[in-house]
């Protein structure tokens, strides 16, 4: 379908469920993948390799924030010039923002390759728990020029309409990497390399999958002679600062969050924040599927001008957001030892009740975090990146850092409920911030 005739003419409720349902599918498909990742490691490799694996896991997701940056920096953009009709703009920041992620790839990923065994070390890890949480980091550094462009080339398919493409993208993925753990962990008993290898596999295949159609012309956007220019540079890094900064400030988090649970609890509460951020690995992907998948459509109808169908594209996104932040809390909360037995290989020792209580305190955040979560994503979607940056950054770093503080006599319980505190405060932050976008634009929005 003609992107112009999918994001301008269908009707807002049937381009939600066109659009934002694929999106949820393929990210589901991508958290049942990181959930099984999380479970493989567990079971097959045990709870050294899972607690190293859950140490590593910040400096990766670092690996991809700045091609993340480029990848959503690029799309808003570009989808906002495919709706002025200003094709020849979007055809330059696509080819340009290309190239660009794969600069990023190599930079970042030979200077994580040789920085990981210091940063695992000055995060207190030694012997066997630091050599694995090394080998997993390193392999994910080697493949990044050829792994980092998948996302970025999703969120080009949808803004070509090709929105059911890229959701059997996002599923084929996950399947080859799902497989080729299996082989690797299981079949020939690898270690935990062999985890990180699998992933970097599938990213890769993925990737190239993505990139023909592009190549050869036959889709919306196309490769043209890149003509790079310092505003269009400064444009991608202002839209996608957001996403940027709360991949980095969540990281930092992380990183804080595993230097203090080395001190309170050790090995095991390393293990436990690592089932809740699997927990969220996969609650999270469908509520960011839902959003990101909306925002070529928002972005498109702000661009052309199409303001009552941005308010009501929005109000699908923010209901069903809501709804299915809800039902995720209320599955955590009543069923978190049936969670926690997926990724425990023991489950006779004290692990999995001190894992269960977590679970509970953690279930409190997907109350209010869906409010928060939708804000963001709407202020990306219509170029307004200061506020989205603002409640990505607070959400990710500021409130947790002061939560950490506030709540440091209760020690572990403070960390665990660190989550919902969060939430709520991300929530008011997000009200405020619609309070502040509706003034400033009350003749296009009332």
Known sequence: MNPHVFFTKTAPLRLFFAAALPGAVSMLASALYQLIDGVFVGHFLGETPFAALNLAMPFVIINFSLADLIGVGSSVPISISLGRREEDKANNLFTCACLMIVAAGFLVGA???????????LMGADGD?????VQYLRVYALCSPVTTIVFAMDNYLRICGKVRRSMLLNIFMSLACVILEFLFLYVFGWGIWAAALATCTGMALAALFAFVPFAR????LRLCRPRFSFRMVRQIFACGSPNFLNNIAG?????LMNVLLIRFGGEAAVSIYGILMYVEGFVQPLLYGMCDSLQPA?????GAGEYSRVNAIERCCFTASALLSVCAAAVIFFFPSQIARLFIQNSQGSLLPAAASALRFFAFTYVTRWFSFATQSFMLAVKKPVYASLISVSTALIFPVLLVILLWPLALTGIWLNFAGTSVLAGILSFWVL????????????
């Open 435 to 446: 309070l502040r976008f509706r003034k400033e634009n009350k003749q296009k929005i009332s």
């Open 251 to 255: 990281r930092i988090t992380s990183i």
């Open 298 to 302: 928002v972005g498109y109808n702000w």
């Open 217 to 220: 012309g036959k889709l919306q």
């Open 111 to 121: 200077l994580l390759f040789a920085a990981a065994p210091l940063l695992i070390s």
């Open 129 to 133: 728990f630091a050599s694995f949480a």
